[in-house]
Nanobody
Framework: QVQLVESGGGLVQAGGSLRLSCAAS????????MGWYRQAPGKERELVATITRGGSRNYADSVLGRFTISRDNAKSAVYLQMNSLKPEDTAVYYC?????????WGQGTQVTVSS
């Protein structure tokens, strides 16, 4: 059973920064990719950023230049450094791990950006 635990969310003023962390535990034979997604009230869940085992990164246009994704393969962890936060970044942020054909999700962490 794979479990993902996110942390680091909270309330921040516009222009501020937060760092999200996600740690995976359980039996994981191979991690293909890890990533962050978010879901705002009344909206669908959307991709924020992903990173492959080899380190290739992909970002949503809306966060490019402000957010940075990184990972620690030894710890099966992924991080999201969020700078220059905007009110429209307010959402529940979810961590996702892809192993072979399986996707695993964390429980989510709330990020609220006040104007």
């Amino acid at each position: 059973q794979v479990q993902l635990v996110e942390s680091g969310g909270g309330l921040v003023q516009a222009g501020g920064s937060l760092r999200l962390s996600c740690a995976a535990s359980g039996i994981i034979f191979s991690i293909n990719a890890m990533g962050w997604y978010r879901q705002a009230p009344g909206k669908e869940r959307e991709l924020v950023a992903t990173i492959t085992r080899g380190g290739s990164r992909n970002y949503a246009d809306s966060v490019l230049g402000r957010f940075t994704i990184s990972r620690d393969n030894a710890k099966s962890a992924v991080y999201l450094q969020m700078n220059s936060l905007k009110p429209e970044d307010t959402a529940v942020y979810y961590c996702k791990l892809t192993s072979f054909a399986n996707d695993y999700w964390g429980q989510g962490t709330q990020v609220t950006v006040s104007s």
